[in-house]
């Protein structure tokens, strides 16, 4: 269950931002469509606790975050949420298959099959071996999603995952965001301005 | 994978920035480090080589000179003096044991000591095989002399004049080998020694073949003395020095001011290299706060994986210390070869051996020194980590 109420935030008194309350059963995935500008990503890093609101609520799966310490919202991010960033982060000095396993590392987890699974499902195990920096775009993008769902997440987070991709690769590419999500079990919230989006999610909000 | 790791993997993934700050404080850790070896090293074996030697005396001349030469064989003597002056110095109460040095000849570049059997005990001498010297022209050649010309016993030396390998040599007389030594690691190992009685001769039959006048009175190079107690260093070389004419000299106080000739040039060397134990200091700074902008976010990421702010802090601090600890430890094993070679160089006048060179005090404060740098190095770019504000790099992109 996602639920927020009346966030409000502001970036150095300057910039205000107050978004739509959001609403999401468990099972229900979701579609936040604005323009640039409009605080998408703001909005992106308040779910996850990257940010903290100025005031409001933000209930994740039964934890108000907006009570949790800094400290406390690594340790919810790292067990609860994935992200998969608009440009795809790595670290560059490992592989695809250490990256993974730094990301299980710092959840404490270590599960060899399971990176395995993610790889072979997204079609890029003989990647494996290879250092991030000598993969394709679309490649890095299926590493990025690899590396939002390798710890089970209960929610997955997407910033822009389509902007800068055609019709084909965009349709795609949310269709593979949403298997992953249903396969591995958790809910996905796009937040986009890319309007192709809508004809793939039942539940969407305008920001 | 953990932090440790992915430290390792971020100093190989940029090789030549980690080579510079490694190379820079091994440069600066090595050189230190071979000083204080080859320090320690020469002051052992000029200590040891004291051991039991309170003065020396000799005729008049250089005091360093008749020291370096008496006691450590690496100089010319300073002349003779008469065996009946010598004789009532060491029948002073105050000596406690004297020993009668002649020397003067070589062979191949080793000198011929004509010694009383009393040195054998100073330099606890053994004998490996063979026997002592009984009769004239009977000698025991030390260890570095016997490997390295091959000598056995029963062989004979055609010996020359003067301390160098060019000088005329006593054709008509030789030496037979009657014994080799044990090593002592004491200068008695470049030595081949015999009775004082073979050199009078050789040289007195040296004087009848050029018709020169004849010696009547016996004489001998230097004689070692030890007190009977440590008080009289200070009365009796000054007695000798002001009412004879002998020259009496105190090794250790001649040693000690050889140090302070060659410690000035020693220290210049050290402050150079704690110079670049600093810059290397510097180079690792800037090598970790160039990455922090280069990876910013990269560590962003590992945040949002859920890393803390404290794990990548330590990222940054083990990445620091694997460098200064890699650099300090290729710094030792650099003055280990370094010290190899120089003692390889000198090895007539250096005993080296594996067991001097172990880790010295001085040494375990290098690494102090260098985790320290490691520390201080990483501390800015470690805050840097702590404090960043993750959410605005990732929306500055």
């Known amino acids: 269950m996602i639920k927020t109420k009346e966030i409000k935030f502001n970036y150095d008194n300057q910039v205000f931002f107050k ?36 005031s409001g609520s933000i209930e994740l799966f039964g934890k108000e975050l907006t009570k949790l310490s800094s400290f406390q919202l690594d340790i919810f991010r790292r067990d609860n949420i994935g ?91 949310i269709k593979l965001l949403k298997k992953q999500a249903t396969d591995f079990g958790a809910q996905l919230i796009v937040i986009t301005h890319d309007s192709r989006l809508k004809k793939h999610f039942k539940k969407s909000i305008e920001l | ?126 004998i490996k095989q063979g026997k002592e010297w009984n009769s004239p022209y009977e000698v025991l050649v030390g260890s570095k002399v016997y490997e390295k010309l091959n000598i056995k016993v029963g062989d004979d030396l055609v010996t020359s004049h003067g301390l160098r390998e060019t000088g005329q040599s006593h054709s008509d007389k030789s030496f037979k080998v009657v014994g080799l030594l044990e090593s002592s690691n004491s200068v008695m190992d470049q030595l081949i020694i015999t009775s004082p009685e073979s050199v009078w001769d050789i040289h007195s039959a040296h004087d009848h073949e050029e018709d020169k006048h004849e010696e009547e009175n016996k004489e001998i190079t230097a004689m070692l003395i030890k007190f009977k107690s440590p008080m009289n260093i200070i009365r009796f070389p000054r007695q000798i020095n002001e009412n004879t004419n002998l020259q009496a000299a105190v090794p250790s106080y001649e040693i000690s001011r050889l140090f302070k000739l060659f410690g000035f040039g020693i220290e210049t060397l050290t402050y150079l290299a704690y110079l670049i134990i600093i810059v290397s200091g510097f180079s690792l700074f ?62 007539e006048s250096i005993n080296y051996n594996l067991d001097t060179i172990r880790i010295l005090n001085e040494e375990y404060w290098l690494l102090g020194l260098s985790i320290l740098i490691g520390l201080i190095s990483s501390l800015i770019p470690a805050i840097q980590v702590y404090k960043m504000n993750i959410s605005k790099i990732l929306a500055d992109e």
């Not at chain 2, 110095?89 to 406690?96: E, F, L, Q």
């Not at chain 2, 990421?301 to 940054?316: E, K, P």
């Not at chain 2, 620091?320 to 390889?344: D, E, H």
């Open chain 2, 1 to 126: 994978m953990n932090i440790f790791k992915l430290s390792i993997k971020n100093i190989f993934n940029k090789p030549l920035s980690s080579l510079i700050t490694v190379a820079l404080l091994a440069l600066g850790i090595g050189i230190i480090s071979l000083l204080l070896q080859l320090n320690s090293l020469i002051k052992n074996q000029m200590e040891n080589n004291l051991r039991g030697i309170d003065m020396v005396v000799g005729a008049k001349g250089s005091p360093l000179q008749l020291i370096l030469s008496s006691v450590y064989h690496i100089d010319s003597p300073t002349g003779n003096i008469s065996f009946e002056e010598a004789e009532e110095i060491s029948n002073n109460k105050m000596v406690g044991s004297s020993i009668k040095l002649l020397y003067g000849d070589n062979y191949k570049g080793f000198r011929i000591v004509g010694a009383e059997k009393k040195l054998m005990e100073l330099y606890k001498g053994v």
């Open chain 1, 19 to 54: 978004f739509h309350d959001i609403n999401l059963e468990s099972g229900e995935n979701l579609l936040i469509i604005g323009n640039s500008g409009i605080g998408k990503t703001t909005l992106l890093h308040l779910l996850s606790g990257l940010l903290k609101s100025n």
């Open chain 2, 286 to 347: 800037i090598n970790l706060f160039n990455s922090m902008n280069d990876r910013k976010y990269e560590m962003a990421f590992i945040r949002t994986l859920g890393a803390s702010r404290f794990q990548l802090s330590r990222m940054i601090i083990f990445e620091s210390l694997i460098l200064t600890i890699a650099g300090f430890v290729i710094g030792l094993l650099f003055s280990r070869f370094g010290v190899m070679f120089v003692s390889s160089l000198m090895d």
């Open chain 1, 83 to 173: 992200i998969v960033f608009q440009k795809p982060h790595f670290v560059n000095s490992l592989t695809v298959k250490e990256n993974l396993e730094l990301a299980q590392y710092i959840a404490n987890k270590k599960d060899n099959k399971r990176i395995e699974n993610i790889l072979k499902n997204l079609n890029i195990f003989d990647k494996l071996n290879k250092k991030t920096n000598q993969l394709s775009q679309g490649e890095k993008q299926r590493v990025s999603i690899a590396l939002a769902i390798v710890n089970s997440p209960k929610l997955i987070l997407a910033d822009e995952p389509t902007s800068s991709l055609d019709d084909e690769n965009c349709s795609n590419v």
